[in-house]
């Protein structure tokens, strides 16, 4: 039985910060908006095992490859969380993966970048895992209860992804020159980016403000961005690697660091599909989805059979 049957209940309990669930009433733009949040934030858990992935084969040693496959198969189970958290507002998984191969839902800008040294293995667990943490820990207290409960589980296993990268950059740092040479790469390359994972800045993002009524999103983009500075500054310094940004300094009336801004025609290419490895990312998904094929259906025929 549904407890919220009303708008005025409904906004009450939002404002309270309690949690709506799914038999609850709720207006359709926060249904929509769920739908898509969730469904892109699965989106981007699947897509993402691709540029990891892509390294399990070639992993150094055994135990580097079983940490990296037990990673990646994490992803894998984040997405699922999130697929079935978003089957409660009343979309079928069938649609969601639709909307991915059509193009009609988006996945995260980070994963259309390239994976082309180990190191990045390190850097995508160090700064694309740091980020995905300082995003998606304060999503533990978003509105929605099943969002909220599945994202508990996803930041336990995120602030584990995050430490093995950064363990990772630290045996590479303290190896040889050539390696360190390697870390510092792949932090060039990976830091604007990272910064970009939590969308434009507050001014031109459309959806924050009623996201925040809501009590979807319990911070604004350029909060976490903040927040995320602030927080990988110090372990760069503790790792010795530069952060490319010239502007990066720390400000004592604010108590925070001043950085520079990343590149936002970069993030609008990339989100509309010109990134340099959106239609790699896109391809193989397609393919994967074909191969399953025979999976679903058996899987449909053995359900019809019980
Ligand atoms: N990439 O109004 P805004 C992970 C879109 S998984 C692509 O600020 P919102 C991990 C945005 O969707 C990482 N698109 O939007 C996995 C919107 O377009 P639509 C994923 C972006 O929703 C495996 C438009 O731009 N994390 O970490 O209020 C291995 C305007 O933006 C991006 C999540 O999904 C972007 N970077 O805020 C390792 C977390 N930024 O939908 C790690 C949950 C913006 O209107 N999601 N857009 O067509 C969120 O917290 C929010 O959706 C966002 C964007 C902060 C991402």
Known sequence: MPVIEDEATFEATVAGNDRIEPRDWMPEGYRRTLVRQIAQHAHSEIIGMQPE???????????????????????????????????????????????????????????????PSYADVGTIGWLVDGAAICNQVPLCRTSYGPYGR???????????????????????????????????????????????????????????ARSMAWGIKRN??????????????????????????????????RGAYDFGQPDWSEL???????GPCNAERMAHRTRAHEDGAWVREAAAAYAGQR
């Open 53 to 115: 992935g892509a390294w399990i084969g070639r992993a150094p040693s055994l135990r580097r490859k079983a940490i990296l496959l037990a990673k990646v198969q994490d992803e894998a189970g984040h997405g699922l969380y999130l697929y079935s958290a978003c089957e409660t507002l009343g979309v079928t998984r069938a649609e969601l993966t639709d909307m991915l191969l059509s193009g009609k839902q988006k996945y995260s800008s980070i994963f259309n970048y390239p994976t």
């Open 150 to 208: 599945a994202m508990i589980r996803i930041c336990k296993e995120e602030s584990f992804h995050q430490r093995q990268g950064y363990e990772l950059l630290m045996t590479m740092m303290r190896g040889t020159d050539e390696q360190r040479a390697m870390v510092q790469e792949s932090v060039d390359r990976f830091w604007w980016p990272s910064l970009m994972m939590f969308g434009p800045p507050d001014v031109e993002s459309p959806n924050t």
């Open 220 to 253: 604004t983009n350029d909060e976490l961005r903040q927040r995320f500075v602030d927080m990988t500054v110090p372990q760069a310094e503790a790792l010795g690697v530069t952060l490319p940004d010239p502007d990066l300094r720390w400000n004592p009336d």
């Open 268 to 274: 609008k290419r990339v989100v509309s599909g010109e």
